[in-house]
């Protein structure tokens, strides 16, 4: 069955400090994913879309990761900012669906 | 350049009774989605549109959800009678032609459903 899995749940960082969020997906046969930035009472925003061939893909202080043997991805936030709480989809597409699959969220909370 | 319009942002009605979601997708795509987010969970698909055809409505509850997108362009969703369950936020979401699976994917802002 096609999953996404994402950890943790929840997290609570301090401003100023990094954050790693992971995503698992057992979906096959893989097309991309991606991760997206949903903040509270808003629609999801993309943040990076990545190929099996890709390793990284970074936009701004956000650095994806994404392992396609181990099937894991993740996301770096680097020197995070108040800005930064919301909740962020792994979402993965793949090449036999029609449809994408979501992951749960990871929301996260930038505290002062 | 505008992006994905949803309307209302927020409804609250008795269950049973109807509502009704409009969206207004990017100018020149020609893919649309409704998702159903229930608080805590990643977007769920409920049908996707090509132009104004449907190629997934395989999660639609078709006995008290229908959606239709006359004219290949705007798109409505409608929920009639409502549950409970039903509480939730719909998004919207485009793509340029058949891109959903492998290019961007614009989500509009959400509406937002709470069935009492």
């Known amino acids: 069955k096609n999953q996404v899995e994402q950890s943790?749940?929840?997290?609570?960082?301090?401003?100023?400090?990094?954050?790693?969020?992971?995503?698992?997906?057992?979906v096959s046969p893989f097309s991309n994913l991606r991760w997206y930035?949903?903040?509270?009472?808003?629609?999801p925003v993309s943040l990076t879309i990545m190929t099996f061939s890709e390793n990284t893909k970074s936009n701004g202080r956000?650095?994806?990761t994404l392992d396609a043997d181990t099937k894991q991805s993740s996301l770096h936030i680097t020197a995070s900012q108040l800005s930064d709480s919301a909740s962020y989809i792994c979402v993965v597409s793949?090449?036999?669906?029609?449809?994408?699959?979501?992951g749960?969220?990871?929301?996260?909370s930038v505290s002062s | 350049e505008?992006?994905?319009?949803?309307?209302p942002?927020?409804?609250?009605?008795e269950k049973r009774q109807s509502v009704a979601f409009w969206c207004n997708p990017i100018s020149g795509h020609?893919?649309?989605?409704?998702?159903?987010q229930i608080l805590g969970q990643g977007p769920k698909l409920l049908i996707q549109f090509q132009n104004n055809g449907v190629v997934d409505d395989s999660q639609l509850p078709k006995d008290r959800f229908s959606a239709e997108r006359l004219k290949g362009v705007d798109s409505t969703l409608k929920i009639q009678p409502a549950k409970l369950e039903d509480s939730a936020v719909y998004l919207c979401a485009s793509s340029l032609n058949g891109q959903g699976l492998t290019g961007e994917l614009f989500f509009g802002e959400g509406s937002r459903l709470t069935v009492l």
Request: with cysteine.
């Open chain 1, 104 to 108: 749960k969220g990871t929301t996260l």
């Open chain 1, 37 to 43: 930035k949903q903040d509270t009472g808003r629609g």
């Open chain 2, 30 to 36: 020609a893919t649309l989605y409704w998702y159903q």
């Open chain 1, 62 to 64: 956000y650095t994806a």
């Open chain 1, 94 to 102: 793949s090449q036999a669906g029609t449809a994408l699959i979501f």
């Open chain 2, 2 to 7: 505008a992006g994905v319009a949803q309307s």
């Open chain 1, 8 to 26: 943790p749940q929840s997290l609570i960082i301090l401003e100023g400090k990094n954050c790693t969020l992971q995503c698992n997906y057992t």
């Open chain 2, 9 to 13: 942002r927020y409804k609250i009605i």
